[in-house]
C-alpha cells in the first residue's frame, strides 16, 4: 500500500525559512510525478507544486515562485519543499500527493507568526 | 492563473442524484485538463474520487462518476449516502501548473 509521511512543519517567523519532506513507500517513487498542496486554516486546497519523475520539470503557483522550490531524491523515496521567505499568508497544513492525486499524506502544519 | 469555479454549496437528499461542475474562467474545459476531483472530510486529508475527467480510483463509490457537461468538468453522485457529506473539490491541469477549485460543501439532508 502506498504511503506518504510529511514532516519538517512548524513554528517560523515572516521572512524566514523551513524545509518540508515527504517519505514515500509502497509504490515506485522514481515513476510518479509528485505534488505539493496546502490548505490555510478553514479554507480551499491549493496546489502548490509538482515535479516530474526525474526532476527536470517543476511547476509552481504563482505566489511562490521564487521563493519555494520543489526537489526530489529517488534514491531516497523523499520529495522536498524548500520554502524561503516565509509570510503569514504561507499559513497551512501541507500535503504531498503522488501522481494521480492517488495518494496523500496526513499532512505538516506550517505556521508563519511572529 | 485561472481561476477555476465551483459551486459552493449544494444540497442533496439522500438517495438522490446531484451534480458538480467545475468550470475555467480562460476556456472551455476539456479532456486535456485532466479533471479530478476530490473529496475532504472534516479533519481528515482529502481523497482522489476521480481522475482524467472519468477514470476512479479502486476505493472510489460505484455512485460516484465524472463526466464533462456543457465546456464544464462534471461530478455525478447517483444515490447519495449520508457519508457522503463532505467538501469536494476540482482540479484541472494547465499544461504544467495545476489549480483547484474553491470547492463545494455538499450537505446531505
Known amino acids: 500500500e502506498a504511503q506518504l509521511v510529511e514532516s519538517g512543519g512548524g513554528l517560523v517567523q515572516p521572512g524566514g525559512s523551513l524545509r518540508l519532506s515527504c517519505e514515500a513507500s509502497?509504490?515506485?517513487?522514481?515513476?510518479?510525478?509528485m505534488n505539493w498542496v496546502r490548505q490555510a486554516p478553514g479554507k480551499g486546497l491549493e496546489w502548490v507544486a509538482n515535479?516530474?519523475?526525474?526532476?527536470?520539470?517543476?511547476y509552481y503557483v504563482d505566489s511562490v515562485k521564487g521563493r519555494f522550490t520543489i526537489s526530489r531524491d529517488n534514491a531516497k523515496n523523499s520529495l522536498y519543499l524548500q520554502m524561503n521567505s516565509l509570510r503569514a499568508e504561507d499559513t497551512a497544513v501541507y500535503y504531498c500527493?503522488?501522481?494521480?492525486?492517488?495518494?496523500w499524506g496526513q499532512g505538516t502544519l506550517v505556521t508563519v507568526s511572529s | 492563473q485561472a481561476v477555476v469555479t465551483q459551486e459552493p454549496s449544494l444540497t442533496v437528499s439522500p438517495g438522490g442524484t446531484v451534480i458538480f461542475t467545475c468550470g475555467s474562467t480562460?476556456?472551455?474545459?476539456?479532456?486535456?485538463?485532466?479533471p479530478y476531483w476530490c473529496q475532504q472530510k472534516p479533519g481528515q486529508a482529502p481523497t482522489t474520487l476521480i481522475y482524467?475527467?472519468?477514470n476512479k480510483h479502486s476505493w472510489t463509490p460505484a455512485r460516484f462518476s465524472g463526466s464533462l457537461l456543457g465546456g464544464k468538468a462534471a461530478l455525478t453522485l447517483s444515490g447519495a449516502q449520508p457519508e457522503d457529506e463532505a467538501d469536494y473539490y476540482c482540479?484541472?491541469?494547465?499544461?504544467?501548473?495545476?489549480?483547484f477549485g474553491g470547492g463545494t460543501k455538499l450537505t446531505v439532508l
Open positions: 500527493a503522488r501522481a494521480k492525486l492517488a495518494s
Open positions: 509502497g509504490f515506485s517513487f522514481s515513476s510518479d510525478w
Open positions: 482540479l484541472l491541469s494547465y499544461g504544467g501548473p495545476w489549480v
Open positions: 482524467d475527467t472519468s
Open positions: 515535479i516530474r519523475q526525474d526532476g527536470r520539470d517543476k
Open positions: 480562460t476556456e472551455a474545459v476539456t479532456s486535456g485538463h485532466s
